[in-house]
């Protein structure tokens, strides 16, 4: 389960703990959606296949996320399902960025930053934990050269709710991001990241106050991963800081309220 579905399934529990009802379609064929729209107030798309999906359906009220920065499709069919939105939830303002320059007027365009639960601070140790991808837009490559040179070990994690017990910080390595919730999960334990200076990844992570930025560079990668395995003090400090930052901007209770802002707005 990747970041946004983890986002989807936090939403959907945070709306229905403040009592609204809310069906979560996975895999819905147009059927499906045609049947489910019918009496929705809201149609929230959390992907591109449900933007669709929901747009050829003929939803009213529809909400899209964008967390990804993918240029936008400029073909006929790609333009009227841009234009079938109500209004776009991007994910940072990099991705929102993205759109306008893709030709999605910003009237229309709402930045709602992930949220993630507040964990408990993690028991700091030796561990270096990475996000296990194959896909080659990450840098999980890069994590590889990086580890060589410094002589260190990397866990790739299926499961960083398990993981990132006892890590000694993430490692978040990509060649493009909309925001990066898996860095924020480390955040919320108190688990230091190094984290790519790209997308939307240097509003989530603050260098030298909740994190360490660094270019897509094995050497570069390498230095700050020595620099917090050498300074116990320091990796304290930014895992501290880190976690306040989550609790007081990148809370899932502060996603969801954000979320049926907007949904209010669309219905105003």
Not at 202 to 231: C, S
Request: glycine fraction near 8%; include cysteine; proline fraction near 3%.
């Amino acid at each position: 389960m990747r970041g946004g579905q983890r986002q989807a399934l936090l939403l959907v529990e945070g709306l229905r703990a403040r009592g609204h009802e809310s069906p979560f379609l996975t895999r819905p064929g147009l059927r499906a959606v045609r049947g489910a729209i019918e009496c929705a107030d809201i149609v929230h798309a959390h992907d591109a296949r449900s933007h669709t999906l929901a747009a050829v359906a003929g939803a009213r009220g529809l909400v899209v996320s964008r967390r990804v920065v993918f240029p936008l499709r400029q073909s006929i069919a790609s333009r009227w399902k841009y234009r079938r939105a109500a209004l776009y939830l991007a994910v940072s303002r990099h991705v929102r960025e993205c759109m306008i320059r893709d030709g999605v007027s910003a009237a229309r365009i709402r930045v709602v930053y992930d949220g993630v639960p507040l964990r408990e601070s993690s028991r700091r140790g030796r561990t270096l934990v990475a996000p296990a991808t194959e896909d080659p837009r990450k840098g999980s490559d890069l994590v590889r050269r990086a580890a060589a040179i410094a002589g260190i070990e990397v866990v790739f994690s299926n499961d960083l709710d398990r993981d990132l017990e006892g890590a000694a910080m993430l490692l978040y390595v990509t060649r493009a991001e909309g925001l990066g919730s898996a860095a924020l999960l480390a955040m919320s334990a108190g688990v230091p990241v190094v984290a790519s200076a790209v997308g939307g990844l240097p509003e989530v992570v603050e260098h030298e106050r909740t994190g360490l930025l660094v270019n897509n560079d094995p050497e570069d990668i390498a230095a700050a991963v020595q620099r917090l395995l050498d300074d116990d003090s320091l990796a304290a400090r930014l895992g501290a800081c880190a976690r306040e930052r989550v609790r007081a901007e990148f809370s899932a209770d502060r996603m969801v309220e954000a979320t049926l802002a907007a949904y209010e707005e669309v219905l105003a």
